[in-house]
């Protein structure tokens, strides 16, 4: 897996071996950071990296130009090779690392608000309508929220949805703060 734009373009990213990470494809990535590019979105960002995975969605946040990426994933296994993958970059000053279930970080206090919030839940991921709404609050005023999931949810009547666009069987959603 590598990083398909901005400072790190080409590098490449480690999976964590014998896990159920389903990282964002490279085509998926490329199309969400060029609607985010297009938008302004990335110089500077404070991002938060949901279901975190390899972080590639973080990274590539990172490497396009956000100032400070947090990692929030419930395996600690998966979160080392995240932080192991930041060390590579030389980034590992400009990310936190959260071992906790999301529903959980979601439902603290917000202490700072964020200007990208990304979720890639697994699919069956029961709590996957409400996740808009629970990441709201963590959203700074003109924040974006990118969900990742499945042709089986439809945000229609979510006031706050931007676009839904699919890429084969993934599906991404955007909705505003």
Request: hydrophobic share 45%; aromatic share 8%; proline share 6%.
């Amino acid at each position: 897996m590598r990083i398909v734009g901005g400072r790190f373009r080409r590098a490449t990213i480690k999976a964590p071996k014998g896990t159920d990470v389903r990282p964002t494809t490279d085509r998926v990535r490329e199309a969400v950071f060029n609607v985010l590019h297009a938008r302004d979105a990335l110089d500077g960002a404070l991002v938060l990296d949901l279901f975190a995975g390899t972080g590639a969605l973080g990274f590539e946040a990172l490497s396009r130009g956000a100032k400070r990426a947090v990692f929030v994933e419930v395996a600690s296994s998966v979160l080392r090779t995240t932080r192991e993958n930041a060390n590579t970059l030389g980034i590992e000053e400009a990310c936190s690392f959260t071992t906790a279930d999301v529903l959980h970080w979601l439902g603290r206090p917000v202490r700072q608000p964020f200007d990208l919030i990304f979720a890639d839940p697994p699919y069956d991921f029961e709590e996957l309508p409400s996740l808009p709404a629970l990441v709201r609050p963590h959203l700074a005023e003109t924040g974006l929220f990118i969900l990742e999931h499945d042709a089986r949810h439809t945000f229609g009547e979510e006031p706050a949805l931007l676009m839904s666009r699919a890429y084969g069987k993934t599906v991404v959603s955007m909705f505003a703060a």
